[in-house]
């Protein structure tokens, strides 16, 4: 794919957190790029980065909301992102006080929530990075923990048929330990998340995933008959337990839709003339429309299919064809195996992980000798031991994918783009314009928070389906 150096992944495309730590701003680093992107390279970078592991729940989120609320809630958070993006991109040039205007390009989110907002904000930032980081890995734990579960029932009624007793519920927690077993390997490889081909590779299997579910979907509505579901959604246990999951629906969506986070990076990819302003504002209209048609699709199709009894991740309620479903579901797996994002360059910068000392030749089995850093064995495996510990305690996926989109997308995806768009176009306060973002702001807040607090109640609480 043409455009630029952007490696696209799920919702993370790369270690952003790196960039805390090395500012693309300063004149020094400053070298000529040739930008050749355009508008349809955007389009396909944008449309790449959102499409992931977060389609498969949205189905169980409009089965909670229902046939009114569901796709209000989707276009509504389309909607969201596409204020929230154009504000971003209009911060994407900016001019350095200190050296006589020059032009500045913020290359990275990161990089302009410094240059916007200054040193306080950005650590901030690194802390809710470090979170959604943090989360995505469990997220990944548990959605392949269960597709590896799906692909294991699936051999079973293919070798016994559709009436065998092939309950694997009880082997969740052995299939997250196999997922944090292969992270561990994985991660002491050097910049293996960072392998454009790997990035080529994840964006195939997501796409593959998410097309074969949306196909089966339609495929399963048209064999019912009759499109099942109500204008409510799913009748809860009683109102509060309803007014719950309505709450991890909303944080569902939520963690669906942003990619908020790779935005500048690339819009830094395009050409000019036009501006890049303009080349990514019509970009992002277009992905947009895009994504948000396919995930209706998804979604809308899903709760069709299953109505009541809609699953959270929508690949678990297939089980024929056979050979689709355990190709949907090793799909999962290996995008999952693949995307697996982890904070590990600033800690290992913070803490001199990077440094001569602690690195030793080891004999390493079949391997040969190799170049071992201490402290890099012992963070990289305690890092994915502690994501791998916490799926395990908390094995709740709509859930946990709920308390995660909402308690992340405020502040990451609504507070500090529409900041700093307030600095970088000197909005006065109190003005209309002022006014309205701050009203904006202050609505997707209220949102998130209902989302956070019904997402905490379904992970450690009454809410658990």
């Known amino acids: 794919m043409g455009g630029g150096r952007l490696e696209e992944g799920d919702w993370l ?12 701003c300063s004149s020094s680093q400053e070298h000529l790029v040739k930008r050749t992107g355009t508008a349809w390279t955007a389009t396909a970078h944008i449309i790449t980065a959102v499409i992931g592991s977060g389609v498969l729940s949205l189905a169980w989120s409009v089965a909670q909301l229902g046939w009114v609320g569901g796709p209000a809630a989707m276009v509504f958070f389309a909607g969201v992102t596409l204020v929230q993006s154009s504000l971003l991109a209009d911060c994407y040039i900016s ?10 390009r913020n290359k990275s989110y990161v990089d302009a929530v410094k240059v916007y907002l200054g040193e306080k904000s950005l650590m901030f930032c ?6 959604s980081l943090f989360g995505n890995g469990v997220v990944y734990t548990l959605t392949s923990a269960t597709s590896m579960r799906v692909i294991q029932k699936t051999n079973c009624y293919h070798r016994e048929g559709h009436s065998a007793l092939c309950s694997t519920t009880e082997v969740d927690g052995y299939y997250m330990l196999v997922f944090g077993l292969a992270q561990v390997v994985l991660s002491q490889i050097p ?16 796409f593959t995933y998410s097309f074969i579910g949306f196909g089966l979907g339609a495929t399963k509505v048209i064999e019912n008959g009759v499109i099942k579901g109500g204008i409510r959604g799913i009748p809860g246990v009683s109102s509060t337990q309803k007014v719950w999951s309505i709450a991890q629906a909303v944080g569902d969506i939520t963690f669906a839709y942003p990619y908020i986070m790779v935005l500048l990076e690339i819009e830094d990819t395009l050409r000019s003339p036009p501006s890049e302003i303009e080349t990514m504002n019509k970009a992002s209209r277009a ?3 895009i994504t948000t048609f396919f995930y209706l699709g998804c979604a809308c199709f899903g709760y069709a299919a299953f109505g009541d009894a809609t699953p959270g991740n929508l690949l678990t309620g ?4 056979y050979w689709l479903i355990y190709l949907a579901n090793l799909c999962v797996v290996l995008h999952l195996l693949g995307g697996f994002q982890a904070p590990f360059a600033l800690a290992e910068r913070r803490f001199g992980g990077d440094a001569g000392a602690g690195v030793f030749d080891v004999e390493v089995p079949m391997l040969g000798r190799r170049r071992v850093n201490v402290f890099k064995l012992c963070f990289r495996t305690a890092y994915v031991a502690a994501t791998t510990a916490l799926a395990v305690w908390l094995p709740y996926f709509n859930q946990v994918v709920g308390l995660l989109g909402a308690f992340t997308y405020w502040p ?3 507070h500090f783009p529409v900041q700093m768009y307030l600095a970088h176009a000197k909005v006065m306060p109190w003005t209309t314009p002022w006014l309205a973002i701050q009203a904006f702001s202050a609505t997707c807040l209220l949102v998130c928070a209902f989302a956070s607090v019904g997402s905490v109640v379904g992970v450690f609480g009454l809410g658990r389906s």
Not at 318 to 321: C, D, E
């Open 13 to 24: 495309t790369e270690p952003l957190l790196e960039k805390l730590w090395e500012s693309s």
């Open 412 to 414: 990451l995806a609504i």
């Open 287 to 289: 992905s947009i429309a």
């Open 126 to 131: 690194g802390f809710f990075l470090s979170v």
């Open 95 to 104: 001019r350095d006080q200190d050296e006589r205007g020059r032009v500045v």
């Open 318 to 321: 297939f089980y024929k064809p």
């Open 191 to 206: 910049d293996f998340h960072n392998m454009t081909w790997l990035s080529i590779f994840s964006a195939v299997m997501s």
